[in-house]
């Protein structure tokens, strides 16, 4: 049964910063593609940051390039996304993504993310 459980979304203000966790299992982590995903209310979902299975590639929307950053540990079968200098306009359900070897695509249930003073 493949599972992907989010943690460490919250509210958080202005200029500040959370980090994300996606803990996998059911699946063949390390050969896998992960992503982050966000959805703002009334808003399509986006593509946030993506990093290949070995990590030593990553890539990140124009609007939080220099803010976010992407990684994983392999071992521990897990990907993060550190936020910083965090803004209103990041607040939104945030969702791990898997993309596996085999073009399969995995969901976790998502993590809300609030910026607010």
């Known amino acids: 049964q493949v599972q992907l459980v989010e943690s460490g979304g919250g509210l958080v203000q202005p200029g500040g910063s959370l980090r994300l966790s996606c803990a996998g299992s059911?699946?063949?982590?390390?050969?896998?593609?992960m992503n982050w995903y966000r959805q703002a209310p009334g808003k399509e979902r986006e593509l946030v940051a993506r990093?290949?299975?070995?990590?030593?590639?990553?890539n990140y929307a124009e609007s939080v390039k220099g803010r976010f950053t992407i990684s994983r540990d392999n071992a521990k079968n897990t990907v993060y996304l550190q936020m910083n200098s965090l803004k209103p306009e990041d607040t939104a359900v945030y969702y791990c993504n898997a993309l596996t070897y085999y073009a399969l695509s995995y969901w976790g249930q998502g993590t809300q993310v609030t910026v607010s003073s």
């Open positions: 990093i290949s299975s070995s990590g030593g590639n990553t």
């Open positions: 059911g699946f063949t982590f390390r050969s896998s593609a």
